[in-house]
């Protein structure tokens, strides 16, 4: 049982570049999300799913896509990188979301991107 | 925006003290969680609360779900090195389908 695990771990980007963050977890869980973590700021939502096929925005959406074709995976992808996306990011899978005792959520080790 | 205010910010203290950090907001949670960070690695889940008055720990650790529904705190007792690093309290709003987080409270032991 691996929990959340995420690649790649350390990433630098140029301006204008794509790119996809790999989210997996071995949990069964059906909730899934995506933070980033900025200096003083906390963690911020980015996007999140309540399930296989089901998205949706966070408080931080901008410059960032979702997609959740099974259980197991929720890649975040960059459409076009930017300076502003310099961060750590996190993927955290919980059973479920909006239930009590089902909500408590696990997070993976992180991706360090900066962008040029 | 941030729906959680978490205090103090920092704290600095001797090894063998006694930690106390807390996580306001003016909405009726049903979940409170506590975090710790290590530099480099993801958040560790340390307590989960789910009623109001709630009162549960962990080894040293201490946490309390706030009877307003609207704070929580965490204790640390005889603090060790091991201890040094960032924590986060997250909460879940009542019908919310989102955790929001506090900023974080640094802990820095001096030996």
């Known amino acids: 049982n691996a929990g959340v695990t995420q690649t790649p771990k350390f990433q630098v980007l140029k301006t204008g570049q794509s790119m996809t963050l790999q989210c997996a977890q071995d949990m069964n869980h059906e909730y899934m999300s995506w933070y980033r973590q900025d200096p003083g700021m906390g963690l911020r939502l980015i996007h999140y799913?309540?399930?296989?096929?089901?998205?949706d925005q966070g408080e931080v959406p901008n410059g960032y896509n979702v997609s959740r074709s099974t259980t197991e995976d929720f890649p975040l992808r960059l459409l076009s990188a930017a300076p502003s996306q310099t961060s750590v990011y996190f993927c955290?899978?919980?059973?479920?979301?909006?239930?009590?005792?089902?909500?408590?959520?696990?997070f993976g080790p992180g991706t360090r991107l900066t962008v040029l | 925006g941030q729906q959680l205010n978490q205090s103090p910010q920092s704290m600095f203290i001797q090894e063998g003290e006694d930690v106390s950090m807390n996580c306001t907001s003016s909405s009726i949670f049903n979940t409170w969680l506590w975090y710790k960070q290590d530099p480099g690695e993801g958040p560790v889940l340390l307590i989960a609360l789910y009623k109001a008055g709630e009162l549960t720990s962990n080894g040293r650790l201490t946490a309390q779900f706030g009877i307003t529904r609207k704070d929580s705190f965490l204790n640390i007792s005889a603090s060790i090195p091991s201890d040094v690093g960032i924590y986060f309290c997250a909460g879940r709003i009542q019908g919310a389908q989102k955790l929001v987080f506090g900023q974080g409270t640094r802990l820095t032991i001096n030996p």
């Open positions: 955290a899978s919980s059973y479920s979301m909006g239930a009590t005792s089902t909500d408590t959520q696990y």
């Open positions: 799913s309540v399930g296989a096929g089901i998205t």
